[in-house]
């Protein structure tokens, strides 16, 4: 294969994915559902139909390109990563996973013909729980452990109930197959680090050992509102200064906790939203990550007992809804062992390491043997329109794919 071709394929691939949910500030916003998104899987679709893959949508909404085995009852290998995006968000997180597999398994089929077993690529729905209070919504569908309880309540930011939004996008209606999948038999996920060790160690692949255990609530407080000229401040029932407070204390817990802990709120919601009112709701999201799963419980545990003790001293009424709770999960060791072969084979620099960032390999890694590689990411920088990654790491991470893919699609009798 000639590298420069790959090279400036994977570069106008990713600008051309980066078109659907372009921003004018020059990110990416395409989340779960909305007209970007909807564009951006139908453009998925025709392109890697006119790559020579066969395609299809499941019933959450993850698309599918194959090359189909000539046994039909052979088992599957997957790989790809998600296409929605955080808001304002970079050109390569998830999206790089899903055009590494399209150009892997075109040159597959273009050089190998039809695989023992079959091998798919997908674009998977969502990942990032972005637009709804929802994360990995297409691997959970795709292993059964979707979360089915609460899904009819919730709703994205400006009211939209996530069961409306999903049909309205043609989805959750039964029209496509079910997303439950009993034939996978490894998932494989290229990414982007989105941290800076692989460009300051100057090493192109990262195998991940690990990802971190990651747990996202909601608090929710409520005070009353009231007149900020005459309510005197030792009469107030202030729902965002009670906020404040939790939100200082949980980020002094965790200083105290040190690394590799660390928590984030980014998001704060406050009622009235009136300079000169006493806000009566204020509802911040905390996300919280760590490698053991013990230490992250513990953590958890002490962040929601600062909010009850912030909300009793201010007086007010305090909710804390947990809808995220994933445990920190190993990578499948022989597929890791495989990839370090490669590596070596190729002449590519490689090193092992954990993701501080969550990835729907930790979803499926609890179902499928499971393996997450990455590459640089320039500055580390990620979640942000300045994501970059060159266009030589791009093509390195691609051809690591195809000789894996090649290994488990095409050469192994057998898959332990
Ligand atoms: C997903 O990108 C996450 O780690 O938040
Ligand atoms: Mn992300
Ligand atoms: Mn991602």
């Not at 009670?242 to 817990?253: D, H, L, R, T």
């Not at 062992?337 to 092992?352: K, M, V, W």
Request: negative net charge.
């Amino acid at each position: 294969m000639n590298i420069a071709d790959l090279q400036q394929q994977a570069e106008e691939m990713v600008e051309w994915l980066a078109a659907y949910g372009a921003d004018p500030e020059g990110g990416v916003t395409r989340l779960l559902y909305t007209s970007s998104w909807i564009e951006a899987q139908q453009a998925m679709d025709r392109k890697m139909r006119a790559m020579g893959l066969d395609t299809y949508y499941d019933d959450a909404g993850n698309l599918f390109g194959r090359i189909a085995s000539e046994d039909p009852e052979a088992g599957t290998i997957l790989t790809g990563s998600h296409v929605d995006t955080v808001k304002c968000g970079g050109k390569y997180d998830g999206a790089f996973g899903i055009i590494a597999g399209l150009l892997a398994l075109r040159y597959l089929k273009e050089t190998y013909g039809p695989p023992k077993r079959n091998i798919e690529v997908v674009s998977l729905c969502e990942e990032e729980g972005s637009r709804f209070p929802l994360t990995f919504w297409g691997s959970t569908n795709i292993t059964g452990t979707a979360p089915t309880d609460h899904i009819a309540q919730i709703r994205d930011s400006e009211g939209i109930p996530f069961v409306e939004a999903m049909n309205k996008a043609g989805f959750g209606l039964g029209h496509y197959r079910s997303p439950l999948r009993k034939d996978i038999l490894s998932f494989i996920e290229l990414h982007i680090e989105q941290g800076a060790i692989l460009e300051r160690e100057q090493t192109t692949i990262g195998i991940v050992e690990q990802i971190v255990g990651q747990k996202r609530l909601t608090i929710e407080c409520s005070g009353e509102a009231n007149h900020a000229g005459t309510t005197p401040m030792g009469w107030r029932k202030d729902a965002l200064r009670g906020a404040s407070q939790m939100i200082v204390a949980i980020m002094e817990a965790a200083d105290r906790r040190g690394a590799p802990l660390v928590a984030t709120v980014g998001k704060i919601e406050v009622e009235p939203n009136v300079s000169n009112v006493i806000p009566d709701k204020a509802a911040f999201t905390l996300d919280i990550r760590h490698p053991q799963g013990d230490v992250l419980d513990a953590f958890c545990e002490e962040a929601v007992a600062i909010c009850f003790a912030a909300a009793q001293d201010r007086g007010l009424q305090v909710k804390v809804n947990q809808h995220l709770d994933v445990r920190p999960v190993g990578m499948d060791a022989s597929l890791l062992r495989s990839i370090e072969t490669i590596c070596q084979a190729q002449g590519l620099p490689y090193r092992l390491m954990p993701s501080g960032a969550g990835h729907d390999a930790q979803i499926m890694a609890a179902h499928y043997p499971t393996s997450l590689i990455f590459v640089p990411s320039h500055r580390g920088i990620s979640h942000n329109p300045a994501e970059y990654t060159s266009k030589e790491d791009l093509a390195a991470g691609v051809q690591v794919l195809i000789r894996l893919l090649y290994e488990l699609g095409y050469e192994k009798e057998t898959i332990s």
